[in-house]
């Protein structure tokens, strides 16, 4: 079965400093990897993927996440945290295996950007 | 502007009274689908629609009710809720289904949530 682990419920990080947000998953086959970000009051709003290729994906404002099939991880980062990157973020996976199946997301990672 | 637009964005209630919270998008996306948020379980997926007339259950599909009539809407219908379904619930879509390998790829967008209490 799909799942996915985010094993930080929170991450603390100050302005300025690198912030990594840890996820990894488990599927029979190949994933694909998504990474969500949430607002307050927000709905969830796509920031990447991993298909294939370049294990370091970049995406939506400033951020990446390296894919590590080893150790089944895709870790969110960015160089330089911004008070405005303080979010609920979301990982997700899908088997391409498994026709029709559903987007399986983690449980979220609230990230708080100290000033 | 593409979005996914859902409504109410807030709905108290009380159990056994049916509602229904509506949602459209504007993007000509073929999948569509309802997901709730609750506190340390994540998104958890209700139904989803692979097209128009073609809906099938997610992860937790009791006590909810989809149709699919026609391509832009997807409404959420809760026949007789009761307290458990108080939660925060989406709505996304996605341009292909993920039924198509070549498509497994595409994001969902989201709508803002309906905040749902059900006393």
């Known amino acids: 079965a799909q799942s996915v682990a985010q094993p930080e419920d929170q991450v603390n990080v100050a302005e300025g400093n690198p912030l990594t947000v840890k996820c990894t998953y488990s599927?029979?086959?190949?994933?694909?990897l998504f990474w969500y970000v949430q607002y307050p009051n927000r709905g969830l709003q796509f920031l990447l993927k991993?298909?294939?290729?370049?294990?370091l994906v970049k995406g939506s404002y400033g951020f990446e996440a390296e894919f590590n099939k080893s150790q089944t991880s895709f870790h969110l980062k960015k160089p330089s945290a911004l008070v405005s990157d303080s979010a609920l973020y979301f990982c997700?996976?899908?088997?391409?295996?498994?026709?029709?199946?559903?987007?399986?997301f983690g449980k979220g990672t609230t990230l708080s950007v100290s000033s | 502007e593409a979005q996914v637009t859902q409504n109410p964005r807030y709905l108290i209630t009380v159990t056994g009274k049916k509602l229904t919270v509506t949602c459209s998008q504007n993007?000509?996306?073929?999948?569509m689908s309802w997901y709730r948020q609750d506190p340390g379980l994540g998104l958890r997926q209700i139904y989803y629609?692979?097209?128009?007339?073609?809906?099938d259950k997610g992860d937790v599909p009791e006590g909810y009710k989809v149709s699919r009539k026609e391509k832009r809407n997807f409404p959420l219908i809760l026949e007789s809720p009761s307290p458990n379904q108080t939660s925060l619930y989406f709505c996304?879509?996605?341009?292909?289904?993920?039924?198509?390998?070549?498509?497994?790829?595409?994001?969902?967008?989201f709508g803002n949530g309906t905040r749902l209490t059900v006393t």
């Open positions: 993007m000509n996306h073929e999948y």
């Open positions: 991993y298909i294939t290729g370049d294990n």
């Open positions: 997700a996976v899908r088997d391409i295996r498994q026709a029709g199946t559903a987007l399986i």
């Open positions: 629609s692979m097209n128009v007339e073609v809906t």
């Open positions: 996304a879509s996605s341009l292909t289904s993920p039924s198509r390998q070549s498509s497994y790829n595409s994001p969902l967008h």
């Open positions: 599927v029979s086959g190949n994933p694909y």
